[in-house]
C-alpha cells in the first residue's frame, strides 16, 4: 500500500512565525503535490515537484516555498505566517509510470492554525 | 468561468437510493476524468477514472464522460451510510504537466440509513 505521510495532523503557531510542513512518500514517486483546501474554495494547489531538487508553483504560491532535497520528502514552508494561511494542508505523491499520473495519493492533512 | 463547476450541495439521500453527481468543465482540451472520495478528516482517495468519453463501471459506481457537452457525472447506485463523504471530481491534460490535475470544489453527500 502507498502510504503518504504527513508530519503533523494539528499544529497551531503564531503570525510572523516559519512553519515547516513535512511529507513522506515510501512508494518512490517522482511527483509530489502541497495543496490547501478551505470551505467554499475546494483544493488548491500551492506548489510541485516532478524531480527531487526541481519545483513549480502550483496556482497560490504568494507566502509559501519548498524544498525537495530527497526524492521520498516534500516540505512545505511558510516563511512568515500569516492569519489568512490558516488552513488544512494536503500532499499527495503520484508516479509518471504507465497512467500513474492520474492517481494521487494524499496524505492524512495537516490542519494548520495561525493565530 | 472557472475551468472545473461542480456544485458543493449539501446532498442529502436515504439510503438504497441513486445518487447523481456531476461536473461541468470549461476548457476541452481536458482528456482524462477522475473521481476522488474525501472521508471526513481524511485525504481524497481515488474512486474512479475515465479516459475521453464513455461509461465506466466498477460495482455500485459508475462513471460517465460527455465530452461534446464537456459533462461528467458519477452515479451511485444503491447508496450506503458508508458513501458519505465528499465527492471530488479531478480532470487533467494529455501530454505537457500531464501530472498536474484541476480539482472540483467537491459535493459533499450524506447517506441516511
Known amino acids: 500500500d502507498v502510504k503518504v505521510t504527513q508530519s503533523s495532523r494539528y499544529l497551531v503557531k503564531r503570525t510572523g512565525e516559519k512553519v515547516f510542513l513535512e511529507c513522506v512518500q515510501d512508494?518512490?514517486?517522482?511527483?509530489m503535490f502541497w495543496y490547501r483546501q478551505d470551505p467554499g474554495l475546494g483544493l488548491r494547489l500551492i506548489y510541485f515537484s516532478y524531480d527531487v531538487k526541481m519545483k513549480e508553483k502550483g496556482d497560490i504560491p504568494e507566502g509559501y516555498s519548498v524544498s525537495r532535497e530527497k526524492k521520498e520528502r516534500f516540505s512545505l514552508i511558510l516563511e512568515s505566517a500569516s492569519t489568512n494561511q490558516t488552513s488544512m494542508y494536503l500532499c499527495?505523491?503520484?508516479?509518471?509510470?504507465?497512467?500513474?499520473?492520474?492517481?494521487?495519493?494524499f496524505g492524512p492533512g495537516t490542519r494548520l492554525t495561525v493565530l | 468561468q472557472k475551468e472545473v463547476e461542480q456544485d458543493p450541495g449539501p446532498l442529502s439521500v436515504p439510503e438504497g437510493a441513486i445518487v447523481s453527481l456531476n461536473c461541468t468543465y470549461s476548457n476541452s482540451a481536458f482528456q482524462y476524468f477522475m473521481w476522488y472520495r474525501q472521508y471526513s478528516r481524511k485525504g481524497p482517495e481515488l474512486l474512479m477514472y475515465t479516459y475521453s468519453s464513455g461509461n465506466k463501471e466498477d460495482g455500485r459506481f459508475t462513471a460517465q464522460v460527455d465530452k461534446s457537452s464537456k459533462y461528467i457525472s458519477l452515479f451511485i447506485r444503491d447508496s450506503q451510510p458508508s458513501d458519505s463523504a465528499t465527492y471530488l471530481c479531478?480532470?487533467?491534460?494529455?501530454?505537457?504537466?500531464?501530472?498536474?490535475?484541476?480539482f472540483g470544489k467537491g459535493t459533499l453527500l450524506t447517506v441516511n440509513p
Open positions: 479531478a480532470m487533467r491534460f494529455s501530454g505537457g504537466s500531464n501530472y498536474k490535475l484541476t
Open positions: 499527495a505523491s503520484s508516479s509518471n509510470r504507465l497512467r500513474g499520473a492520474d492517481t494521487q495519493y
Open positions: 512508494m518512490d514517486h517522482e511527483n
